[in-house]
């Protein structure tokens, strides 16, 4: 990463501890390694319930789904994506985090946090801290758009805070999921909870 800095050293990238069953997927450089390598360590048996026959066209749709997540977060400006990546029931559970960069030239942080908060009362944002930086988190509910290839309704948090010693730049920590189809079902709150607390994990890293 690369950021207008000010007198405090800038980080030189972050961490996040993610679940048991995910992997990160870099999307500026190394991507088609990653998803090599995830398709292969993870992909390569056939799941409980599925016909060996019909493995390899069920792993070939599993890639297909991997790719189709990368192109999309790429084009909107992601730095990672991580992913579900060990299949249940011949499927990939239908959750994403992609972590991504906002440079926005010559912007108080101040008060940028001030306006992306400026709903703060109302439902769905909050005000909150990551590493000792103020942030400020955002719930809301999306329709389908196939312009978007969002091909279903789906239930978004996103995290947005200042990257530390610089002024102007932002990163964002988005969450996508349609849950099990109702997007204010117990499983769609247990999802979104576990995004949290991923995301109370962050860390900037400087070394």
């Known amino acids: 990463m690369s950021f207008n800095a000010t007198a405090e050293a800038p980080p030189i990238g972050y961490t996040l501890i993610i679940p048991p069953g995910w992997a990160r997927i870099p999307l500026r450089e190394g991507t088609k390694e990653a998803l090599e390598r995830i398709f292969f360590t993870h992909m390569d048996k056939v799941p409980d319930g599925v016909a060996r026959d019909d493995a390899m066209s069920l792993r070939l749709e599993l890639r297909r789904q991997l ?3 990368a192109r999309a977060a790429r084009r909107n400006g992601g730095l990672d994506l991580y992913l579900p990546v060990i299949p249940r029931g011949g499927t990939l559970v239908a959750a994403s985090i992609i972590v ?3 440079p926005i030239g010559g912007a108080d942080n101040a008060r940028v ?3 992306l908060a400026a709903n703060t009362a109302g439902p769905g944002v909050t005000a909150v801290k990551l590493d000792g930086v103020k942030a400020v988190r955002r719930e809301s509910q999306v329709a389908a758009d196939s312009s978007q290839e969002i091909d279903v309704d789906s239930r978004r948090v996103e995290y947005v805070l200042p990257v530390a010693g610089t002024s102007g730049n ?3 920590i988005s969450f996508s999921t349609p849950g099990d189809g109702n997007l204010d079902s117990e ?3 247990v999802m979104v909870e576990l995004f949290d607390a991923v995301v109370s994990t962050f860390k900037w890293r400087y070394e």
Do not use: V, Y
Request: hydrophobic residues 40%; charged residues 35%.
């Open 67 to 69: 790719q189709k997540r």
């Open 187 to 189: 499983l769609t709150d």
């Open 170 to 172: 932002f990163l964002a």
């Open 113 to 115: 946090l001030s306006r």
């Open 100 to 102: 991504s960069e906002l």
